[in-house]
């Protein structure tokens, strides 16, 4: 009997056998600093395992399954293909094997897929994390208000167990879908700018508490401790320190902008791997605001579309308080590689349920 393979579907597979290669292969040409954080939840000799918090997790996780006492290029051989299972589950799209700017971005995004999970990370337990909520959505036999409440509810459990900042997702989500019902000239644009503003909010209010605001005990701090060192190449360093109420408004829209419209980043044309993410980058967050704009229009036919994309751009302005450096930022742009996936192909997935 002939078995026929779709296009889409061989595009697929020859991405993964390819890919697969490369999460092999990695660990010999990969520079020792991208396994900093692996060696660290390989070997914990910090003793940080525990229950609460990424690397006290991430640790535990990695001794229970036994992964942490393979080499790197066997825990690669076994995360890769799990990840690119749950694109497989999430669904092909029926023009992936044509070479479009959409598909070219999932590309690449595969091929940093495969770098950056050839080792342990934290961002394995991100992206299986985040695809939870893109089948919740998915799945039809749920309803809608049951799908949104759990991820909601899920991102903020997330962010109190794992990553702290996960926790202000479903908070600057919430915020941003009341705006867009707003009747705005530009809805797309005070959307997000109100999303940024809620952040700025936010990181005000607990530096009135703590006497710290989020971006000074985040990212300065990581930043401030590699100074001149070959890991500060692509650091985020805001021209006004972040310790007052303005350093740190100023602090957070540098971010924003330095991670998701990373025009400054062409000041590093001597390290084509960062000029690859810039550009990866701006074609990324151009379209997706597109898409979001066209969800926000038809708010009530696309609630499923819009709300990943509310969860989504969330995220983009969560870490432009959070991150420290451009490499950090396309690290955990993987982590949420799922919803990324979900939000460029749309389209294709309410036509299956139809």
Not at 22 to 32: I, M
Not at 77 to 96: E, R
Not at 215 to 230: D, F, L, M, Q, T
Not at 276 to 291: C, P, S
Request: glycine letters at 6%.
């Amino acid at each position: 009997m002939q078995v026929l393979i779709k296009r889409s579907t061989a595009t697929f597979i020859v991405l993964f056998v390819l890919n697969l290669l490369v999460t092999v292969l990695a660990f010999y040409v990969l520079p020792k600093r991208f396994f900093y954080d692996a060696v660290v939840i390989a070997l914990d000799k910090g003793n940080e395992i525990g229950f609460f918090g990424s690397y006290p997790l991430t640790i535990l996780f990695y001794k229970i399954t036994g992964l942490r006492y393979l080499p790197f290029s066997i825990v690669g051989l076994i995360q890769f293909p799990i990840l690119m299972y749950v694109l497989y589950k999430i669904g092909i799209p029926t023009d992936f094997q044509k070479l479009n700017i959409k598909n070219i971005l999932v590309y690449l995004g595969i091929l940093m897929i495969a770098i950056f999970m050839s080792m342990p990370s934290k961002e394995f337990i991100t992206y299986l994390f985040v695809s939870l909520i893109v089948f919740l959505f998915l799945n039809e036999k749920i309803a809608f208000r049951t799908a949104l409440f759990s991820s909601l509810f899920l991102l903020a459990l997330f962010g109190i167990l794992y990553r702290p900042y996960f926790f202000l997702i479903p908070i600057i989500a919430v915020v941003m879908y009341g705006t867009s019902g707003v009747n705005f000239k530009s809805k797309t644009l005070t959307t997000v700018f109100y999303g940024i503003v809620i952040a700025i909010f936010l990181s005000l209010i607990y530096g009135l508490v703590t006497g710290h605001y989020f971006s000074e005990i985040s990212r300065e701090v990581v930043n401030s401790s590699r100074i001149g060192s070959a890991d500060a190449n692509s650091s985020i360093i805001s021209p006004v320190k972040p310790d007052t109420w303005y350093g740190e408004t100023i602090g957070i829209l540098y971010g924003f902008f330095s991670v998701n419209i990373p025009v400054n980043g062409f000041k590093y044309i001597f390290s084509p791997q960062i000029l690859v993410f810039v550009i990866w980058q701006l074609f990324l967050f151009y379209i997706l605001l597109v898409r979001f704009s066209r969800c926000i229009v038809t708010r009530d036919t696309h609630k499923k579309e819009l709300w990943i994309l509310l969860i989504l751009f969330a995220f983009f302005i969560v870490q432009g308080v959070f991150e420290p450096d451009l490499g950090s930022a396309v690290r955990h742009k993987i982590g949420v590689f799922p919803l990324i996936y979900y939000a460029l192909y749309y389209d294709h997935f309410r036509k299956k349920l139809y």
